[in-house]
């Protein structure tokens, strides 16, 4: 019966991420660099709302978009740090993840035949729900302009089949932001044109470089804007992301996200409540964290004579691999666990412009980064 499966379904496949790691999960004394997981708890505060909200009965079916109480705390919270307003009875839709957000924008905007143009490397979780779309995943090559995804980059693959435009950005897998006038720059083009971008910011409350900025303060009208709280407030279980558009999207995107899983879990709503209000700044304890790991990660990978592009935020390194060793990304990692039991994610997760590169991420202890490291800078020894 296998032959009756949607063939678009039996022609994607996992994530490269989630597959290395599931194929080295299980080695004993790993040290892995690999998952985007922050190693900090879940605040207390917030899981306290949790168990308070269990306690209290919360566990019925809240509004599909979400309790308004939470819609409220998500448009403040994102006035109060990116100056972006929206309505919180019509403009924002409360999410399984962000996951799911992107999942239900791509599944409202997109159509047979239609492009999406993304940077690459990217993080693999656009191009298979692009596909599935009967929609065309373009990329654009940014690996020889420091992984900036800018308007240069992209103008010349723009035709009249673009739809949507993606911005993620802190990447993932490259740590690397995109500046104002940048932004400004994009929207600028974009204004006159029929084509939406999809802003995914999951990363916003970790930069270090500079305050986040969102083009939905340039460009408000044609921007879906991804957020949530795995990343900010080390949430990733609760599955709390946020979609943000103007009315005339959310209430397509509303239908969607009502077909697909009713409402997110009521909850973890409550806690996020409570993350988004009383933790408004909780990221910044664990930021300051990451800020120290990046600047150590930055100064041992360099110190190997590795080619590496700073993160601007997140909590990633994208590695190229030298030229002196003859393997591709996957091999490389796979010869990489098997000598030094240091776990990373090959490059070719992130589309084949990621070939030849490696991600680190730097969500873990510094005892596991020193240790990590210096494994790997004895194995490079053998090549360089």
């Known amino acids: 019966?296998?032959?009756?499966?949607?063939?678009?379904?039996?022609?994607?496949?996992?994530?490269?991420?989630?597959?290395?790691?599931?194929?080295?999960?299980?080695?004993?004394?790993?040290?892995?660099?690999?998952?985007?997981?922050?190693?900090?708890?879940?605040?207390?505060?917030?899981?306290?709302?949790?168990?308070?909200?269990?306690?209290?009965?919360?566990?019925?079916?809240?509004?599909?978009?979400g309790t308004l109480e939470l819609r409220k705390a998500a448009t403040q919270f994102v006035q109060k740090k990116y100056d972006l307003h929206y309505q919180p009875e019509s403009e924002v839709i409360v999410t399984m993840g962000a996951s799911e957000a992107i999942d239900i924008a791509f599944r409202t905007i997109l159509a047979e035949g239609s492009e999406v143009i993304l940077p690459g490397p990217i993080y693999p979780g656009y191009e298979p729900i692009i596909r599935m779309m009967g929609s065309v995943p373009v990329h654009v090559d940014i690996r020889n302009n420091q992984f900036r995804f800018t308007l240069e980059m992209m103008k010349p693959y723009i035709t009249d089949k673009t739809r949507c435009i993606v911005l993620p950005y802190p990447s993932n897998p490259t740590g690397v932001s995109l500046s104002s006038n940048e932004l400004k720059e994009i929207a600028e083009f974009i204004k006159d044109?029929?084509?939406?971008?999809?802003?995914?910011?999951?990363?916003?409350?970790?930069?270090?470089?500079?305050?986040?900025?969102?083009i939905a303060s340039f460009i408000k009208d044609k921007t879906i804007v991804i957020n949530?709280?795995?990343?900010?407030?080390?949430?990733?279980?609760?599955?709390?992301?946020?979609?943000?558009?103007?009315?005339?999207?959310?209430?397509?995107?509303?239908?969607?996200?009502?077909?697909?899983?009713?409402?997110?879990?009521?909850?973890?709503?409550?806690?996020?409540?409570?993350?988004?209000?009383?933790?408004?700044?909780?990221?910044?304890?664990?930021?300051?964290?990451?800020?120290?790991?990046?600047?150590?990660?930055?100064?041992?990978?360099?110190?190997?004579?590795?080619?590496?592009?700073?993160?601007?935020?997140?909590?990633?390194?994208?590695?190229?691999?030298?030229?002196?060793?003859?393997?591709?990304?996957?091999?490389?990692?796979?010869?990489?666990?098997h000598e030094t039991k240091v776990a990373v994610v090959p490059g070719s997760a992130f589309s084949e412009f990621g070939e030849g590169y490696f991600r680190l991420s730097f969500a873990c202890s510094m005892a596991n980064l020193e240790l990590g490291l210096n494994k790997m800078e004895s194995f490079f020894r053998q090549w360089v």
Request: charged residues 20%; contains cysteine; hydrophobic residues 40%.
């Open 193 to 214: 044109k029929d084509i939406f971008i999809l802003a995914d910011e999951i990363y916003s409350e970790l930069t270090f470089e500079h305050k986040h900025t969102s």
């Open 1 to 65: 019966m296998e032959h009756l499966i949607n063939h678009r379904v039996k022609n994607i496949e996992i994530s490269g991420i989630r597959k290395f790691f599931n194929l080295v999960a299980d080695l004993d004394d790993l040290i892995s660099f690999t998952i985007g997981q922050p190693d900090f708890p879940t605040p207390n505060h917030v899981k306290a709302a949790g168990i308070q909200a269990i306690e209290d009965n919360f566990t019925s079916y809240t509004h599909n978009a």
């Open 228 to 337: 949530g709280l795995s990343k900010s407030h080390s949430m990733t279980g609760w599955r709390i992301g946020f979609l943000f558009a103007p009315e005339y999207l959310t209430k397509h995107i509303l239908k969607v996200h009502q077909y697909n899983v009713s409402c997110a879990n009521s909850i973890a709503q409550k806690a996020a409540y409570e993350a988004l209000t009383a933790g408004i700044n909780d990221a910044e304890v664990m930021k300051e964290e990451y800020n120290k790991r990046r600047e150590y990660v930055y100064m041992r990978l360099t110190g190997m004579g590795l080619d590496v592009v700073k993160p601007d935020g997140a909590f990633y390194y994208f590695v190229k691999i030298p030229d002196a060793i003859p393997l591709n990304s996957f091999d490389f990692a796979l010869k990489l666990v």
